[in-house]
Every structure is written in structure tokens, then in C-alpha cells.
Nanobody
């Protein structure tokens, strides 16, 4: 099982980025999968997740600005991030779990991609 994130970078406040997480070694739609982030000096937190039955979750801090989606044909998870704020600056991680629900204790993790939002 492998998860590879891409799409991070430096963006000005108010801008947008789209993160991708390419999955291999398993079928994406049978797993719980989602995005987490960790800012310097802070604990890792959940950003947005999709359960295997399609239920979506968004942290309050990103509701209305971020959108999670998955392309089963490409076995890829996405996170569209709009109206970015400096407080969104963090390393973003993709995670997956065969239980169908992904949490901070997810079994599989990507290596992370840095998102930096300048003010």
C-alpha cells in the first residue's frame, strides 16, 4: 500500500491549491480515506475525510472553503482548497484505513506535502 501526495506549494492568502493523493496497492473506494495536517508546534488534525460508504467530514475551520473528492478510476483522492488563509499553513498528509473510516490512527499514511500561505 502506498499513498503519494502532490500539489502543495506557496500561495498568497485568498488563493487556491489542489492536493492529490495517488493510491496504489489497494482500491480507494473500499477504504476510509482523508486529509490531515500538522502545523509547526501543533498536533496533527483531521481536515476532511470520506468513509467507504461515501460519508464526508470537514473540520469546522475549512467548511465552505475546502472540498474533498475521489476519482475511483484513477484511484486518487483530491482536496480542493480555496480562499486559503495563513493559518492553513501546514504539512498535509493523506491517510487511509481498511476499516472504512479514517482517523488519526489510520493504518496507512503518505509522506506529506507542504502548504504555505503567505499573508
Amino acid at each position: 500500500v502506498q499513498l503519494v501526495e502532490s500539489g502543495g506549494g506557496l500561495v498568497q492568502a485568498g488563493g487556491s491549491l489542489r492536493l492529490s493523493c495517488a493510491a496504489s496497492g489497494f482500491t480507494l473506494d473500499y477504504y476510509g480515506i482523508g486529509w490531515f495536517r500538522q502545523a509547526p508546534g501543533k498536533e496533527r488534525e483531521g481536515v476532511s475525510c470520506i468513509s467507504s460508504d461515501g460519508y464526508t467530514y470537514y473540520a469546522d475551520s475549512v467548511k465552505g472553503r475546502f472540498s474533498i473528492s475521489r476519482d475511483n478510476a484513477k484511484n486518487t483522492l483530491y482536496l480542493q482548497m480555496n480562499t486559503l488563509k495563513p493559518e492553513d499553513t501546514a504539512v498535509y498528509y493523506c491517510a487511509a484505513d481498511p476499516s472504512g473510516i479514517v482517523t488519526i490512527r489510520a493504518r496507512y499514511w503518505g509522506q506529506g506535502t507542504q502548504v504555505t500561505v503567505s499573508s
